[in-house]
């Protein structure tokens, strides 16, 4: 059983920081890549940022130089450092690792909100 559990999201005001965090815990045996979604109300989940173990690190447009995500690799675990916020970055944010387990497949966390409002 693969658990995901994040946490660090949070009310922000324009141009303020946050910090993801998502763990991984369970009979994980490989994690191939790590990566953070988002999801606003009435929109689709959509990629935010994406880690490839020994790969490219690849960013959504929108995000590209506000946002960097990490991991550290003997915590299996990803962060994601959100900066200069803007209220169109309201939504919740879910991690997710590429794993092998009991096989090769998707885990998804729970999801942590984050909301940028005056």
């Known amino acids: 059983q693969v658990q995901l559990v994040e946490s660090g999201g949070g009310l922000v005001q324009p141009g303020g920081s946050l910090r993801l965090s998502c763990a991984a815990s369970?009979?994980?045996?490989?994690?191939?890549?790590m990566g953070w979604y988002r999801q606003a109300p009435g929109k689709q989940r959509e990629l935010v940022a994406a880690?490839?173990?020994?790969?490219?690190?690849n960013y959504a447009d929108s995000v590209k130089g506000r946002f960097t995500i990490s991991r550290d690799n003997a915590m299996n675990s990803v962060y994601l450092q959100m900066n200069s916020l803007k209220p169109e970055d309201t939504a919740v944010y879910y991690c997710?690792?590429?794993?092998?387990?009991?096989?090769?497949?998707?885990?998804w966390g729970q999801g942590t909100q984050v909301t940028v409002s005056s």
């Open positions: 369970g009979s994980i045996f490989t994690i191939y890549a």
């Open positions: 997710k690792i590429d794993a092998w387990s009991t096989g090769r497949r998707d885990y």
């Open positions: 880690m490839p173990s020994g790969g490219v690190t």
